[in-house]
Antibody, heavy 124, light 111 residues
């Protein structure tokens, strides 16, 4: 079954970093872009960036450049999103999401598979 | 601040038809980039509802349909059901931002 399984909730202090994992069983991990999206409490969806699991290439939203790092480990079919210098307004649910078209022909396709979400709370 | 604007809320009685608009600009929807729609039930992850402007993934009822014209897109729900009560988001690509963008989101209430 195609699914994305994320790591558990985290509580961090301001200034710290958090690393969220997203494991992808059930399909060829390196064939599809992986995106990260976050949602603050009561707010809308916000795109953070993507990683090409095959090459390791990344693209980040301007808002997060310098603070976010997306990596992957192809041996365990897992993507990671690391966010540093955390602030209270980084409190949110963080989702990984697979882009539906295979990398070779992907053209700004939709996100067809989503992880269950990881709650990150930033509080002193 | 999102570059795709949706109405904050729409409502309708069971069986009625409702539409949700998604207004963009010449750097996203108007540039020809596809629009996708997601449904988010309370406390759950978003679910793909419409892709490529007007295509439904397997398992999505044909009560849901999408369209696009100019710098805007729309999601229509016909035969509204209680289970359709959720938040809905449009999404596209923006060439000025060089990234994906989501709409502001619309809460659908079934009266």
């Amino acid at each position: 079954q195609v699914q994305l399984v994320q790591s558990g909730a985290e509580v961090k202090k301001p200034g710290a970093s958090v690393k969220v994992s997203c494991k992808a069983p059930g399909y060829t991990f390196t064939d599809y872009y992986m995106h990260w999206v976050r949602q603050a409490p009561g707010q809308g969806l916000e795109w953070m960036g993507w990683i090409n699991p095959n090459s390791g290439d990344t693209k980040y939203a301007q808002k997060f450049q310098g603070r976010v790092t997306m990596t992957r480990d192809t041996s365990i079919n897992t993507s990671y999103m690391d966010l540093s210098s955390l602030r209270s307004d980084d409190t949110a649910v963080y989702y990984c999401a697979r882009e539906m078209g295979i990398i070779e022909v992907a053209a700004y396709d939709a996100f067809d598979i989503w992880g269950q979400g990881t709650m990150v709370t930033v509080s002193s | 601040q999102s570059v795709l604007t949706q109405p904050p809320s729409v409502s309708g009685a069971p069986g009625q038809r409702v539409t949700i608009s998604c207004t963009g600009s010449s750097s996203n929807i108007g540039a020809g980039y596809h629009v996708h729609w997601y449904q988010q039930l309370p406390g759950t992850a978003p679910k793909l509802l419409i892709y490529g402007n007007n295509n439904r993934p397997s398992g999505v009822p044909d009560r849901f349909s999408g369209s696009k014209s100019g710098t805007s897109a729309s999601l229509a729900i016909t035969g509204l059901q209680a289970e359709d009560e959720a938040d809905y988001y449009c999404q596209s690509y923006d060439s000025s931002l060089s990234g994906r963008v989501f709409g502001t989101g619309t809460k659908v209430t079934v009266l």
